[in-house]
Each structure stands twice: as C-alpha cells, then as structure tokens.
C-alpha cells in the first residue's frame, strides 16, 4: 500500500448502447505494483484486491499514490483480504477519476461497476457472505476479490470460491465478473451470459509477475 506481455483482449457484448470501452485488470500485485512499469492504455484500470502484502497503511498509501496517479482517466478498486488497513476506513483525495468501492458502484460511460471487499473480520463474523448477496440487479462488471466457486477458483487441487457469491452471480448475470485471489488459477472462462476473468499477477510462490489482462466491453 518478471513480467509476461499479454495482448490478448477478451470481449463481452454490453447491455447498453453506450458501452464500448476497454477494461485493464489486475489483481493479487502484493506491494510490487510499481515493477509494472509503464501499463497498456485502457478507459478503465481495475485492481480486484491485495494490492498489500502485510496489510498495513504505509503498503496502502504507497499502492493507492501510485494507483490514483496513473494516467488512464478512470481507476477502479476494491480490497483484498491482505488489504486489512481498509477494513471500516475512509478514503478521501484519490481525484475524480479514481473510485475505491466497497459495496458501491460506479457508472463509467454507461457501464454499470459494483464492487465488494473481502475483509478477514467480514468473514469471520459472518457478514461476508450477506454482503454478497446484495450485489445489486443490472451490474455490467462485478469486481470481487474471490471468485465463485467453480469458475477459475483451483489451486493445488482444491476449490476457494465462494458458493454464495457463484449464486449470486447467476441471478444477476453481468457481463463480467472480474477477481484474483486465486493464484494458480489465472484466466478467462465464459459461461452462460458472463465472462469471468481471474487476473491474479503472481504466481502461487509469489515470485512470477505477469502482465495485466486488456478486456473489450462491447457495445
């Protein structure tokens, strides 16, 4: 608070006629966001959670100085549940074109942005779960930090999303549902009416860093 290129820009069509914009995502950077380097132009930067290794304010600040001042026009995050110094906070002076959502949205161009954290005293104290369930009818592009379960959520043989969240999702159906969390489970993987996309830019020893994925929401 290593890099692999990737050009590849997955699409999903838009309920509205005003869509049309390119999405750069990006999850799980655990305090080495700044390795990045110079990032591909997008109308939206997404960042899905754990931007933080230890969770503690001074990680926090240094992601969120770098984040906010990036040059895409609009900046789009939530917490992951290394991202501890979050829980509860306040945060003021990111600019008009950068939006921190926790358990809001953001409408960009016509589409429609809801985002949930994933907090370690949510989950314990179970308000995590509800708070899935009110993920808001007619979101375009739901950003989490887990992912359903069964939808890009395998490391080491064993499922971490979330049965609740995966429910949800297919009540609401948005066009994308972007996430990280997950490691060793990075990709795309369309089913039914929603393009999942699992962005985590390392790998399960912490040590490989990839290259953000470019998505296309289509009119």
């Known amino acids: 608070m290593g890099r692999q290129t990737n050009q590849t820009i997955e699409n999903a069509s838009g309920r509205n ?47 969120l ?31 008009g074109g950068c939006h921190y959502l926790c358990h809001s949205g953001v409408t960009i161009r016509g589409v429609r942005f809801y985002g949930v954290p994933m907090f370690v005293a949510d989950c314990m104290e179970g308000r995590y779960e509800a708070q899935l369930r009110r993920i808001p009818e007619g979101t375009d592009v739901l950003l989490t930090h887990q992912p359903p379960l069964g939808r890009l959520d395998v490391s080491g043989g ?3 999303g979330n049965a609740a969240l995966r429910e949800r999702v297919e009540q609401v159906e948005p066009r994308f549902h972007l996430f990280g969390h997950v490691h060793g489970a990075g990709g795309v993987l369309t089913a039914g009416a929603t393009t999942f996309v699992n962005s985590a830019l390392l790998d399960d020893r912490y040590r490989r860093l990839f290259a953000p994925r470019l998505l296309a929401f289509g009119r």
Request: net charge negative; hydrophobic share 35%.
């Open 17 to 63: 006629g005003d869509g049309g914009l390119t999405i750069l995502h990006l999850s799980d950077t655990h305090g080495r966001h700044r390795e990045l380097g110079a990032l591909p132009e997008a109308d939206v930067v997404v960042h899905t959670g754990d931007f933080t290794m230890a969770g503690t304010e001074d990680e926090a600040m240094d992601f």
């Open 65 to 95: 100085r770098w984040f906010a001042g990036l040059p895409h026009r609009h900046k789009v995050f939530v917490a992951g549940n290394h991202d501890d110094c979050l829980w509860q906070a306040t945060i003021d002076g990111l600019g």
């Open 158 to 160: 064993r499922h971490y």
